[in-house]
Nanobody, 115 residues
Framework: QVQLVESGGGLGQTGGSLRLSCAATAGMVASDYMAWYREAPGKERELVAAITSSGAPYYTDSVKGRFTVSSDNANKMLFLDMGDLQSEDAGAYFC?????????WGQGVLVAVSS
């Protein structure tokens, strides 16, 4: 059973940067199309960024040009470099597959943005 463990995050300043990491335990396939999701207070979980096993990224419009998704397939790691932080970036961030997510989600990491 795959376990996803997110880390990083915390409190960032408007215009600042943060880095999120995601480690997957044994069971994850290196070819999985992995993604970062965000759950803002009072809102449904949404897709923020994703990356194919070959490195092709996807970004939701609100983070294009500010966030960078990357992966280390050999070590089953996923990263999200968040730049030019804005208040709307705040929320709980989770990693999982883009399509047909694993049933068990990680605990996520919280991102807060101060002005």
């Amino acid at each position: 059973q795959v376990q996803l463990v997110e880390s990083g995050g915390g409190l960032g300043q408007t215009g600042g940067s943060l880095r999120l990491s995601c480690a997957a335990t044994a069971g994850m396939v290196a070819s999985d199309y992995m993604a970062w999701y965000r759950e803002a207070p009072g809102k449904e979980r949404e897709l923020v960024a994703a990356i194919t096993s070959s490195g092709a990224p996807y970004y939701t419009d609100s983070v294009k040009g500010r966030f960078t998704v990357s992966s280390d397939n050999a070590n089953k790691m996923l990263f999200l470099d968040m730049g030019d932080l804005q208040s709307e970036d705040a929320g709980a961030y989770f990693c999982n597959k883009r399509f047909r997510p694993y049933v068990t989600w990680g605990q996520g990491v919280l991102v807060a943005v101060s002005s």
